[in-house]
């Protein structure tokens, strides 16, 4: 993720302008070029034909594809503009369509829609089946998830929305990111339906270790 040394935008006074700034430095540690084996393995079995996935922040995550062509109609949300064309570019979709900011297009099986736009400014997506949150949350300093980010996921989705949530935590200082620790009793009070599946202890990476975080912690959250 960028690395808030390296930038010189403040995430909280101007966070677009931040990550506008990480994307143009190359600062995309976080993208991976496969699909996340926690996505798989939690999709894999379940049937999201004509389901409604959204997917905040979503740079140019290649998950979207993997929902996609399992019949979903994936949502994604990011605000800098190169992710959302790297994406359709770089995985060669034919027939995108864009209008105002909203890139689409119609897979086989399903269909992809990216909002160009500030998840923040979302008043309304429609029916949202399953949330899936991978480095999203995370991304975000504590001031902002808790003003901006889950008032957004609270408006957007509703009781019934099948959520996946992959969150991190350590025992270093809680603003120091992005990626941002979040404790799991900020994610229990936010989604109220939670459980913690899992808990994995790793070694942090090197910029964590730099600053004295040895290990950090991935939890993975389904309702
Ligand atoms: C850490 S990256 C994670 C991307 C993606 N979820 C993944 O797994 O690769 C966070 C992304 O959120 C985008 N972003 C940050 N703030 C945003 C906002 N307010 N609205 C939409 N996108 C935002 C950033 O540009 C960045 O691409």
Same mark, same amino acid.
């Given at each position: 993720?960028?690395?808030?040394?390296?930038?010189?935008?403040?995430?909280?006074?101007?966070?677009?302008?931040?990550?506008?700034?990480?994307?143009?430095?190359?600062?995309?540690?976080?993208?991976?070029?496969?699909?996340?084996?926690?996505?798989?393995?939690?999709?894999?079995?379940?049937?999201?034909?004509?389901?409604?996935?959204?997917?905040?922040?979503?740079?140019?995550?290649?998950?979207?594809?993997?929902?996609?062509?399992?019949?979903?109609?994936?949502?994604?949300?990011?605000?800098?503009?190169?992710?959302?064309?790297?994406?359709?570019?770089?995985?060669?979709?034919?027939?995108?369509?864009?209008?105002?900011?909203?890139?689409?297009?119609?897979?086989?099986?399903?269909?992809?829609?990216?909002?160009?736009?500030?998840?923040?400014?979302?008043?309304?997506?429609?029916?949202?089946?399953?949330?899936?949150?991978?480095?999203?949350?995370?991304?975000?300093?504590?001031?902002?998830?808790? @003003?901006?980010?889950?008032?957004? *996921? +609270? $408006? /957007? =989705?509703?009781?019934?929305?099948?959520?996946?949530?992959?969150?991190?935590?350590?025992?270093?200082?809680?603003?120091?990111?992005?990626?941002?620790?979040?404790?799991?009793?900020?994610?229990?009070?936010?989604?109220?339906?939670?459980?913690?599946?899992?808990?994995?202890?790793?070694?942090?990476?090197?910029?964590?270790? @730099?600053?004295?975080?040895?290990? *950090? +912690? $991935? /939890? =993975?959250?389904?309702?």
């Amino acid at each position: 993720m960028p690395d808030q040394r390296d930038i010189k935008k403040n995430q909280i006074e101007d966070n677009t302008g931040f990550w506008q700034e990480g994307w143009d430095k190359g600062f995309t540690g976080f993208h991976q070029s496969e699909f996340n084996p926690v996505m798989e393995n939690y999709f894999n079995e379940k049937d999201i034909s004509g389901k409604n996935i959204l997917v905040p922040l979503c740079g140019k995550s290649l998950d979207m594809l993997y929902l996609a062509n399992k019949g979903a109609n994936v949502i994604g949300v990011e605000v800098v503009k190169e992710p959302v064309e790297d994406f359709f570019r770089e995985n060669e979709i034919p027939n995108m369509t864009q209008e105002d900011g909203i890139y689409r297009c119609q897979l086989d099986k399903g269909s992809i829609t990216i909002y160009n736009k500030d998840f923040f400014a979302l008043e309304n997506l429609g029916n949202i089946d399953y949330l899936y949150d991978r480095a999203s949350n995370i991304a975000l300093p504590p001031s902002m998830r808790k @003003e901006k980010y889950y008032p957004t *996921i +609270k $408006r /957007l =989705i509703n009781n019934e929305t099948k959520i996946l949530l992959l969150t991190m935590d350590h025992n270093g200082p809680q603003d120091f990111g992005p990626p941002f620790a979040i404790k799991k009793s900020e994610t229990t009070e936010f989604y109220p339906d939670i459980n913690l599946d899992r808990e994995l202890s790793v070694k942090a990476m090197d910029r964590f270790q @730099e600053a004295g975080i040895k290990k *950090i +912690k $991935r /939890l =993975i959250w389904t309702n």
